[in-house]
């Protein structure tokens, strides 16, 4: 178990050295002496800068060899950052370790909140410090300018997210795995895990390896794993090649899932979805017969019965092959898109591109086209289940998110998007996938807080 400790006093060490004093009989003189002593030093401006912090609301941290402190940019918390010279984040994270890792209450829904600008805080790592993001998600690198978009921090209404901890998220999984399941947003989901869980771990002790369908991220000192399994619709279907994508003709088995299923075996964290490889026909192919038989015909169905039938699969499966007392599961709402920029009325905006900020009236009424029947579908089936499951609804406070999506700083069929293709948003911009740092990160901080919080 992961030590939870508390910060310790400033004060504690000079009340330690006065007992140490009294109990060596000390002269009366020293003491005077080391009193005004430490009154100068109580008016030093470094400590000065700690003092107006009341304890009791705050999160302190202070370096043992860095005497120079600066008030943090967060108003919220009134914390304070130590100024960091050189990249030295296994540093920055081994000081963190001393905080107090506060839980929300578990009656506090994570996911009823706003979005709060919070460069202190935000972003969780950076972009030229995690080598396994692929091309599809490095935005800044691909030519973005703007970077806010990686500031943006989710506060829920009634309590806090806690604060990452990578140390800490590595002790609960260590001598475990951890596996996203599904299609190319939990993939993106899966990259800010890596980068999130990779940032103190020194190189040549991880390593990252893709084996058709799985992706397997091992970290050595904790003996863990970070996967993802391509699987668009969980069930069996003509788009399981991880590889093959542009296929516009999707058919679904609904009912034969165990040639994946069989992958997700002896995990400890399951994340599942599902969603964007539904999105692109109302009516969903069904095979009739078996891939394996050689059948190619097959019955068109509504997108929400398919759905659901695919689910119920998909339950039954977990259901029987599950063991609740080893392994968590999870499964994660859509992932929404922002395809016409009049859903949140920008009449002069070209789908997602060029936009810098989110939708921050957080009670404006938002649409921008979310089957919410399946959102309906997936919460039925998974109260209907015999198996636990922690449904990640990252839906509504993820389509306030229109900055965040990579836009036409990615690649496409493998190859970066030249000047030309960017200079046609209307063509090229990918407003369904999110750049990293960015949206995801928050995805996983609700996954980090369920995780932290198993006994």
Not at 67 to 74: C, G, I, P, Q, Y
Not at 291 to 316: C, H, I, N, Q, S
Not at 394 to 421: C, F, N, P, W
Not at 435 to 441: A, E, R, S
Request: contains cysteine.
């Amino acid at each position: 178990m992961y030590p939870l400790r508390r910060k310790i006093s400033p004060f504690s060490a000079y009340t330690a050295a006065m007992k140490h004093r009294k109990n060596n009989n000390l002269s009366v003189f020293v003491v005077i002496f080391s009193l005004i002593l430490f009154g100068l030093f109580m008016y030093n401006e470094d400590v000065k800068s700690i003092a107006e912090f009341p304890f009791s609301a705050s999160k302190i941290e202070i370096a043992s060899t860095t005497t120079l402190v600066v008030e943090s940019k967060r108003v919220e918390d009134k914390g304070i950052d130590m100024p960091v010279h050189v990249d030295n984040a296994v540093e920055e994270e081994a000081d963190d370790d001393e905080e107090e890792v506060e839980l929300p209450p578990e009656e506090c829904d994570l996911y009823d909140g706003k979005w709060v600008f919070d460069d202190s805080t935000h972003p969780l790592y950076k972009e030229d410090q995690c080598e396994f993001l692929t091309a599809q998600v490095t935005c800044m690198r691909n030519g973005r300018k703007d970077s806010m978009y990686q500031n943006w921090r989710w506060q829920p209404k009634g309590c806090n997210l806690p604060k990452f901890r990578a140390k800490l998220l590595l002790e609960k999984l260590r001598n475990k795995r951890l596996m996203f399941v599904g299609d190319s947003l939990n993939r993106n989901q899966w990259e800010s895990m890596v980068c999130l869980a990779q940032s103190i771990i020194p190189p040549g002790r991880k390593s990252l390896i893709k084996t058709g369908s799985l992706s397997i991220f091992r970290i050595e000192d904790y003996n863990a794993t970070v996967e993802f399994y391509w699987a668009p619709f969980l069930v069996e279907s003509n788009s399981d090649d991880p590889t093959m994508h542009s296929i516009l003709n999707r058919i679904i088995m609904p009912g034969s899932i165990n040639k994946h299923g069989k992958n997700w075996k002896n995990v400890d964290y399951l994340v599942f979805n599902t969603y964007i490889w539904w999105m692109n026909t109302f009516a969903m192919k069904v095979l009739r017969g078996s891939f394996d038989k050689g059948d190619t015909e097959y019955d068109e169905v509504e997108r929400p019965m398919a759905y659901a039938r695919v689910l119920k699969t998909w339950a039954k499966w977990a259901d029987k092959n599950i063991d609740p007392n080893r392994t968590m599961v999870f499964f994660s709402s859509m992932s929404p898109l922002h395809i016409k920029s009049l859903d949140w009325n920008n009449p002069d905006g070209i789908k997602c591109a060029k936009e810098i900020s989110p939708i921050l009236n957080m009670s404006m009424h938002i649409n921008v086209g979310t089957d919410r029947r399946l959102f309906r579908a997936a919460t039925d089936v998974i109260q209907s289940m015999k198996l636990p499951v922690h449904f990640l609804n990252i839906t509504l406070l993820s389509e306030y998110r229109k900055d965040a999506h990579t836009s036409v700083y990615t690649i496409r069929q493998g190859k970066m998007l030249t000047d030309e293709q960017k200079a046609d948003p209307n063509t090229y911009a990918d407003c369904i996938h999110w750049c990293l740092p960015g949206l995801p990160d928050t995805w996983n901080e609700f996954l980090y807080t369920r995780i932290i919080s198993r006994s």
